[in-house]
């Protein structure tokens, strides 16, 4: 055994204890404001969850369903509701940041606890395929690695590892331990501290406009402003921050507002929106002409604020086929769009308004790699933008892709 081996396998357990003896009160999480016990940690399965409605104060379970990628942690806490039929779904924080119900009272959506725990018991991690992979062993031949089957591997140079293939693989055909090398991009690894709760990050909350006045309004306390001042400065940017427009409207900021005095809001509002990645755009010269309707909304996650903006572009605003349009953009300045063409460009199905349809995993994959590698938005933010803009339609075989629909 190398020094490095043992150290991995010391620090490995110095994690599982630190797990075990964590106080009580670390067994809760806050979500929306509301504190919440915690089941546990699951890692997902190639599978699906339905989302939460994060817009609800109740969190109310949508009958929208999203892609869980082989790997995905799973925060589970205690709140548990059943369906129509009767089943249990719990509500989840994933490690991307949604909130999701997966399903509690089977094994469908995340890999048995004990099983995964037991393996990770022994302080190295675990390989997760999470997208089918064809590989060549000396002893098997050509064998298919399939999402979510979980292999002991160790790192090789490069991006690459080299997983052990035995008897869980091969069942009535195993003749002995096979090792076979695999891209990193086709698995997720599984540490055993990924098992500690505290290690998923929190996730995507609404960040309504009276909660990005309260942060304006108390940045401006620093400027010395008086009393009127900032109720001044609260009154121009409830109006500055424009959520909703319809097709027909035309909006120029300029003319609506007029309480601003002397004050040079736009001055104010540049440092501001830096820090809470609100849009530059919404300056006080902002015209939003007619041909176009939109929503905004924004959310927050740690201290990235988000701002995503969901557009129909109708120049008569009358058309049977109006485009589409989401644009993402954070804190980071990193930005994101869906659009129908693009969408279209992919090979994939659309709904009547022109936002994306799924039915795999590959199509999920696709559209995540249209707004990572293709665009700028991180991972967390692409998944989140999927599941809210994407419809899924291959809840119950995510591994079938569906012929688009003619």
Known sequence: MTIAHTIRRFAAFLGLMLMICAPAHAETRTVMGKEYGIIGIRIAKSASARLANINDPALRMMPRSVYLPAGTRLLVLKDVRRDRAGRKWALTVTGDGLLVYVR???????FPHKGLEARLDGGE????????????????????????????FEFLDGDAIRIVIGRDKMGSAYAGDATVDVDLADVTIIHPEDLNPASVSDPFEPYGTERQLAD?????????LDKEDRK???????????????CDQEIDLAKSIDAAGELDL?????????????????????????GIAFTVNRYVRGDSVVEIKHETID????????????????????????????????????????????TCRAEFEALLEMLTLDQTLDTP??????????????????????????
């Not at 001044?232 to 319809?246: L, N």
């Not at 001055?267 to 007619?290: D, E, R």
């Not at 349009?325 to 279209?344: F, H, K, L, Q």
């Open 232 to 246: 001044r400065i609260a009154a121009y940017f409830r109006q500055r921050f424009v959520t909703r427009k319809t």
């Open 266 to 290: 736009d001055a104010i509002f540049s440092p501001v929106s830096a820090k809470l990645g609100i849009s530059g755009a919404y300056s006080s010269k902002t015209v939003f002409p007619k």
């Open 104 to 110: 509690v009272d089977a094994n469908e959506h995340y």
């Open 216 to 224: 304006i309004v108390a940045r401006a306390v620093d400027l010395s």
């Open 381 to 406: 933010l692409a998944t989140f933008l999927v599941a809210h803009f994407a419809t899924f339609k291959g809840a119950r075989k995510p591994g079938v892709c569906r012929a688009a629909a003619v």
């Open 125 to 152: 991690p675990v390989a997760v395929v999470t997208s089918q992979t064809v590989v060549t062993s000396e002893r098997y031949g050509r064998l298919t690695l399939t999402p979510s089957e979980t292999y002991a």
């Open 315 to 358: 120049e008569k605003c009358r058309s049977e086929e109006p485009r589409q349009r989401v644009i993402a953009s954070d804190s980071s300045g990193s930005t994101g769009r869906i659009r129908t063409g693009a969408v279209e460009g992919l090979g994939l199905a659309t709904t009547v308004e022109g936002l994306p349809v799924y």
